[in-house]
């Protein structure tokens, strides 16, 4: 039986904008439709309870492959790094939201926008292994946002970070993107 | 842009186990791993909070295609009818687990052994319009099963139902149900 990814379960993340938190919120900007309220830090949760007041609070579950095929997922894995590295001390989170239309289609169809025709992973790949990233879903929680991925980075791999984020900005694939916003981060000192 | 299936959003379904409810349990037999209580009759709410005590309460949602292709979709909604047709006093509710080697399988992997190999959809649609169901997602809510699937069906047809059963249970993705419950229903009078 093949296996290209590690067996998990999945874990709900919480993150927290508010006050403090170990991740310092260096610019919030909203790239289609509502944005979200201000805040100076970033506090990520995993697997806890909600933890008072904040300014917003996004939850979202990590899950497993949804369009990535094994041989992608092969590939991803023998040239991704994990997230954590020392040097990796920026990072984005980048909520999206898609589109009734996208989430009407079928499997085959909203695989083929995603892969053949904006070649979603094989970008992505492009940038490993200084852009880590890890997906979380969070449509299926009634949440405001479908996904919220985050992203860790050197801060001399941002420039590049930015042109990967430009070519799938500018796919078909984002044309059913409905809600983005875009959060610059840095790691608390 | 092609589109066979309706709009939705995502509907959170709770199924409460207990002393009343607008189903009466006829059985609850055991197919794969633990068991759960006894109850006498099964309460469906939508999109509503718990209600107090009960023997089990199992939350799901439904959600977005995760398999089933354009052409199978089409196919489907041309064959099938809705849940509550006054004839179909009849319900099943089957709880299922996959295992852990199930979730990870890449997206192709799993596609393969659900319908190419164990034609899934195909025996599936051989049942309709008698049998209705629903399908309600539950893994990435940390519920203790993964899929809870909802049929309606006249009595008459019950034995067509069985029959269906023991088709998918003898398929090759049957060897990844790791946990499975058949609760049997009738409507209260």
Known sequence: MPSTTPLKTPDLVTFE???????????IKTCAGESIPAAAALRVGMNKADSGAVAWRLSAFTSNLRYTTAQEAAML??????????????????????????WALAQDERREIYEER??????GAGYLPQIARRLHHCRDLGEPFDFLTWF???????SEFDHMLSRMRAS????????EVDIRLSRSL
């Open 118 to 123: 904006s070649r979603h992973t094989t970008i």
């Open 77 to 102: 894995t023998a040239k991704q790094e994990g997230l954590g590295r020392p040097e990796a001390v920026y990072a984005a989170l980048i909520p999206i939201r898609k589109s009734p239309q996208w």
């Open 172 to 179: 078909e694939e984002w044309q059913y993107v409905d809600r």
């Open 152 to 158: 860790e980075f050197a801060p001399e791999h941002e």
């Open 17 to 27: 904008g508010g006050d403090e938190g170990e991740w310092v919120i260096r610019s």
